[in-house]
């Protein structure tokens, strides 16, 4: 399955659809993510210090939330897709300052079921939400399109 994302973005694609987003940083990237509709994806985030992408954020410990909505203004309880750490949200990999050497990734599971909302444009954001640090780390609008085959 072959998807178009834009921004400093590299698609693999296996069984599960996985989108490295390597240029989020404190501050917040901003990018658009183009997913199939009623398939499973993973989203790896690699967090950078700043934007110059030269300097790993350690993650560990962090609690994230990943959420999407139809639009800015909908309350966070009408959000049509909601990952948290621990909830579809899983920090992995070992944290290394140095880009080339750090596998450190927070990866959000998007399953089919989570992926068969309407096909149409969205507004996505994944935050660092712990107590005296909440920080947009990245953001954008996320498309959601027809596969070919529809089984």
């Known amino acids: 399955m072959a998807h178009s994302v834009s921004g400093a973005i590299n698609v693999h694609a296996s069984t599960v659809v996985s989108t490295a987003l390597k240029g989020a940083y404190v501050g917040g990237i901003q990018t658009t993510i183009d997913l199939d509709y ?12 700043d934007d110059t992408e030269t300097t790993i954020r350690d993650i560990t410990g962090y609690a994230l939330s990943f959420m999407v909505k139809t639009s800015l203004a909908d309350a ?28 450190q990734v927070a990866t959000v599971t998007i399953s089919a079921a ?38």
């Open 114 to 151: 989570n992926a068969t909302i309407s096909q149409r444009s969205y507004f996505w954001e994944l935050k660092r939400t712990d107590a005296t640090h909440e920080t947009r780390l990245a953001h954008g609008l996320l498309n959601l399109g027809q596969t070919v085959h529809l089984a």
């Open 76 to 103: 966070d309880a009408a959000a049509v897709i909601m990952k948290t750490t621990g909830s579809g949200i899983v920090i992995s990999g070992s944290y290394h300052q140095n880009p080339n050497s750090n596998t």
């Open 38 to 49: 009623g398939c499973d994806h993973a989203l790896a985030f690699t967090i950078y210090t």
